[in-house]
């Protein structure tokens, strides 16, 4: 039984002009991942949904410069949101402004089907860097890989490879981290060098790729258990054969 309930899917994309069409591709693209997904409510004060008689329309007009504002589908006991934060260039790779487009769903045989179409949808209509889709007990583990100091050790305390920081990356391309699901687009898998046909068969057997040339690549057939021996090995192969990700490398 999965732990964690909610999945969280994150897309990383250049910063969000006023009234970018991106807004609205990505909430298209989660529609056409999820059959019978319409995020077409907004949120009062109090959480409760509150129908949109020309979400398009909102939406568009409400798309700020670096953000759009939460959407949901309506359903309090089923809720799927999504929405897209500022992230500053301080803080991001290569120093450049992006854009977080944010979606969470249940982490149920539903949540599990659509997700890696999900994730497409959304990173895709984002034309986003990279992305990922993990059970939201990923943040702790996460954060305890990132390097903060140079004394830091080699290792987190579950074995993974420590990662530099988000802000210490030099391209907007480098993924940050691996998840249970990982969108890389085309410059980010040139960057990392996926796929490399002799290396890869374990990846390339969840691997897909994308209509822009990106790849969708899931590491473990169940959500990511960083309890589960198997998915730490599969992560720790994972970061050895790419050490692009959340690494300089020469």
Same mark, same amino acid.
């Given at each position: 039984m999965?732990? @964690?309930?909610?999945?969280i899917?994150i897309?990383?994309?250049?910063a969000?002009?006023?009234?970018?069409?991106?807004?609205?591709?990505?909430v298209?693209? !989660? =529609?056409?991942?999820?059959?019978?997904?319409?995020l077409?409510?907004?949120?009062?004060?109090?959480?409760r949904?509150?129908?949109? @008689?020309?979400?398009?329309a909102?939406?568009?007009?409400?798309?700020?410069?670096? *953000?759009?504002p939460?959407?949901?589908?309506?359903? =309090?006991?089923y809720?799927?949101?999504?929405? +897209?934060?500022?992230?500053?260039?301080?803080?991001?790779?290569g &120093?450049?402004?992006?854009?977080e487009? /944010?979606?969470?769903?249940?982490l149920?045989? &539903?949540?599990i089907?659509?997700?890696?179409a999900?994730? =497409?949808? !959304?990173?895709?209509?984002? $034309?986003?860097?990279?992305?990922?889709a993990?059970?939201?007990?990923?943040?702790a583990?996460?954060?305890?890989?990132?390097?903060?100091?140079?004394q830091?050790?080699?290792?987190?305390?579950? &074995?993974?490879? !420590?990662l530099?920081?988000?802000?210490?990356? @030099?391209?907007p391309e480098?993924?940050c981290?691996? +998840?249970w699901?990982? /969108?890389w687009?085309?410059?980010?898998?040139?960057?990392?060098?996926?796929?490399?046909?002799? /290396?890869?068969? &374990?990846?390339?057997?969840?691997? $897909?790729?994308?209509a822009? +040339? +990106?790849?969708?690549?899931?590491l473990?057939?169940?959500p990511?258990?960083?309890?589960?021996? @198997?998915h730490?090995? *599969?992560?720790?192969?994972?970061? =050895?054969?790419l050490? *692009?990700?959340?690494?300089?490398?020469?």
């Open positions: 999965n732990k @964690s309930r909610t999945l899917v897309a990383y994309a250049p969000l002009a006023r009234h970018d069409d991106r807004a609205l591709a990505i298209h693209g !989660m =529609e056409q991942s999820l059959p019978g997904l319409r077409q409510w907004k949120l009062a004060g109090g959480g949904p509150i129908a949109l @008689s020309d979400r398009d909102w939406l568009t007009e409400n798309t700020l410069d670096g *953000a759009f939460l959407l949901c589908n309506g359903d =309090e006991s809720p799927i949101t999504v929405s +897209g934060r500022d992230r500053s260039g301080l803080f991001s790779p &120093g450049q402004d992006q854009v487009v /944010h979606a969470r769903l249940p149920d045989e &539903g949540g089907t659509a997700a890696s999900l994730l =497409e949808g !959304m990173a895709e209509g984002a $034309r986003a860097f990279w992305g990922h993990s059970p939201d007990s990923y943040g583990e996460v954060a305890r890989q990132f390097r903060r100091s140079p830091a050790p080699e290792r987190s305390p579950r &074995g993974l490879p !420590m530099d920081l988000p802000e210490k990356l @030099s391209a480098t993924p981290f691996l +998840g699901l990982n /969108h687009s085309s410059a980010a898998a040139k960057l990392i060098g996926f796929p490399a046909p002799t /290396h890869d068969t &374990g990846l390339l057997s969840r691997a $897909r790729s994308t822009s +040339g +990106g790849w969708v690549v899931q473990t057939d169940a990511l258990d960083y309890d589960n021996p @198997s730490l090995d *599969a992560l720790q192969r994972a970061y =050895e054969r050490p *692009a990700i959340g690494r300089r490398t020469a």
